[in-house]
Nanobody, 123 residues
Framework: QVQLVETGGGLVQAGESLTLSCAAS????????MAWYRQAPGKQRELVAV?????????NYADSVKGRFTISTDNFKNSMYLQMNRLKPEDTAVYYC???????????????WGQGTQVTVSS
């Protein structure tokens, strides 16, 4: 079994920065991709940023966060980070860690989610 644990959420003012972390643990053979999603009250969950963890990884961001957010990974620690700069009130949401992880080299990857961490940006 695999667990994803997010940390780093909190309350900040508009224009400030915050860094989220996600640590994967358990039976991990290979992490294929890691991503951050968010869900604001009354809205659907949306993709914020995604990255592959191999050398030819492709990173993509939602248009609303391009130039402000940066996703990164630490393969040795099986961890992922989201550096969020110039935060806006509309960034307020629960942020979820997502990963496609192979527990065995011979099996396809499974999808895992963290429990979510609240980010609140006041104006």
């Amino acid at each position: 079994q695999v667990q994803l644990v997010e940390t780093g959420g909190g309350l900040v003012q508009a224009g400030e920065s915050l860094t989220l972390s996600c640590a994967a643990s358990g039976r991990i053979s290979r992490i294929e991709t890691m991503a951050w999603y968010r869900q604001a009250p009354g809205k659907q969950r949306e993709l914020v940023a995604v990255t592959g963890v191999d050398k030819a990884s492709i990173t993509n961001y939602a248009d609303s966060v391009k130039g402000r957010f940066t996703i990164s990974t630490d393969n040795f620690k099986n961890s992922m980070y989201l550096q969020m700069n110039r935060l806006k009130p509309e960034d307020t949401a629960v942020y979820y860690c997502n990963a496609m992880i192979k527990s065995s080299i011979v099996l396809p990857p499974d999808e895992y989610w963290g429990q979510g961490t609240q980010v609140t940006v006041s104006s």
